[in-house]
């Protein structure tokens, strides 16, 4: 109940804006819709929290990031007309767009291609315009699409996922976005382009049509590992009806190497249009100051049609929702190519060698022959414990996760409770787990993998020795821990 009313207490007043509701909350900002009595006009306003000031150069970074994407003038852009700080709070402010998002408009049904066309055709301009400034919007989605009392979409928040990623030395996580469209490279932690928006683009056109994300898992780390290790999904599978084309838009423009990407934002909308109305259109472009040579027309009946053919987009009320979600610095990859070396780098547990018993026991006619005792194993022969390596570190929602990669078969035990591993994906012989546990705590892990030894194996050697598959001999029986690795899981804080 005291959460609740937490909750209910919004301010009345911030700077010299009115507040009215709020509109949404987030893992780093929390949405208003305020009136701006200097302007006569309601606007979005969105207070970031106190600690982004903790970093001392943060207030130039704010500063400087933000006044860039206030002077992105398009109109596929929603406009920022105010930044600054409050009472130690961050704080920028945009136009309030009462139409809704893209994202409540996908819930009430699939769009028509012809519908998703229309709307991927302006927002692929002002991603263009941005992408022509140097500006990556890192964050696209559909919660950051949203449309005016006309329908027409708007794309929000761009380049506040850049702002947020230069506080990640805070907390050690230094990639923000949303794992369902986030590109291979950004997940993975790359530099990257244009081409990683058009990545985003593209999973926002498969959700359009299909109704649905590309892919799915029981934790974000296993979305990620999809992003990066899993084929595109043939969108053809679910929705036959579709040109073929759609099914090869979707692959380029989700290639898992960009440079097998359409290029631009454009070149992507152009190929959709092809697909619904047997041409590219007449896509307007831009001039340096984002001013469009077209009008974008809304589709007939924008302001009132139905929630299936999403011809229009007018809602009640609107959700802006910013995730800024902490998640994804991948400082390797998920599964590099194994590298021969002379000598295992596996920490092994090595026994002594036991003497030569007796090779086999005496035939007679009374008594059945047996398996002969296996040799003794030369000294030095070892019982090899599993591989494991941390691949990355996550934050989503603020709960952190740490990825660790495994010998395929392994078990695994968390010596603490309070650290919860989950397997994500088996591949080329390992296997993905994401573990979670409480922020900057250190936990153990053990993971095992035991030789598995049938009962012939092990009558080949006398009590007290096991046998080594491996090397086909008798070695001198190893403690309970052979074949296992203590393993220290750091968990790292969220911002």
């Not at 509109?23 to 207070?47: C, I, N, S, W």
């Not at 400082?331 to 030569?356: D, G, H, K, M, Y």
């Not at 309970?480 to 220290?488: L, N, P």
């Amino acid at each position: 109940m005291w959460f609740i009313l937490a909750r209910m207490a919004i301010p009345t007043k911030f700077g010299r804006y009115e507040i009215k509701s709020e509109l949404g909350r987030g893992g780093m900002a929390t949405v208003y819709r305020a009136y701006d009595p200097l302007f006569d006009r309601e606007v979005a306003l969105k207070v970031l929290p106190r600690e982004m000031l903790h970093d001392p150069q943060f207030r130039s970074r704010f500063d400087r990031e933000l006044k860039i994407v206030a002077g992105l003038e398009h109109p596929a852009i929603v406009p920022v007309y105010d930044v600054g700080e409050e009472d130690g709070q961050p704080y920028f402010v945009m136009r309030y767009m009462s139409g809704g998002s893209l994202s409540s408009e996908i819930e009430k049904g699939k769009f028509s291609l012809e519908d998703a066309a229309r709307i991927i055709e302006k927002v692929s301009q002002g991603l263009a315009y941005a992408h022509k400034k140097g500006i990556v919007h890192r964050d696209l989605k559909p919660d950051n699409i949203l449309f005016d009392n006309t329908g027409a979409p708007f794309i929000s928040d761009f380049g506040v996922a850049k702002l947020t990623e230069s506080t990640s030395s805070l907390t050690g996580s230094g990639v923000i976005g949303t794992p369902a469209y986030m590109s291979p490279e950004q997940a993975q932690g790359n530099d990257i382009d244009g081409r990683s928006d058009v990545y985003g683009l593209g999973v926002i056109v498969y959700q359009m049509l299909s109704g649905q994300q590309p892919y799915s898992a029981d934790t974000p780390m296993g979305v990620v590992v999809k992003h990066i290790t899993e084929p595109v999904p043939e969108i053809l599978k679910t929705l036959p009806s579709l040109p073929s084309e759609v099914d090869n838009l979707i692959k380029t423009s989700m290639a898992k190497d960009r440079t097998k990407r359409y290029s631009t934002a454009i070149d992507l909308a152009k190929a959709l249009n092809v697909a619904a109305f047997g041409s590219e259109g007449n896509i307007p472009t831009t001039n340096a100051t984002g001013v469009r040579t077209g009008v974008f027309k809304p589709a007939a009946g924008a302001a009132g049609g139905s929630s299936k053919s999403k011809t229009g987009f007018a809602v009640a009320g609107v959700v802006i929702v910013v995730a800024l979600i902490g998640f994804f610095l991948l400082r390797n990859q998920l599964f590099p190519a194994p590298v021969p070396t002379a000598t295992s780098t596996l920490e092994v547990a090595t026994f002594t060698s036991i003497p030569a018993t007796d090779t086999a026991a005496p035939a007679t006619a009374e008594i059945a022959s047996v398996i002969p005792y296996a040799p003794a194993c030369d000294a030095g022969v070892t019982i090899p414990a599993p591989t494991v390596e941390e691949t990355n570190k996550v934050c989503v929602t603020k709960i952190p996760y740490t990825a660790l990669r495994i010998t395929e078969g392994s078990t695994y035990e968390a010596l603490d409770p309070a650290l919860k591993c989950n397997e994500e994906l088996t591949k080329d012989g390992f296997t993905v787990i994401s573990c979670t546990g409480q922020q900057l705590f250190s936990y153990q892990l053990k993971v095992c993998k035991p030789p598995k030894l049938s009962n012939e194996d092990l009558a080949q050697c006398s009590t007290g020795s096991t046998f080594s598959l491996a090397n086909q001999c008798c070695v001198a029986a190893p403690p309970e821990e052979a074949g296992c690795i203590t393993f220290k899981v750091d968990i790292r804080g969220c911002p």
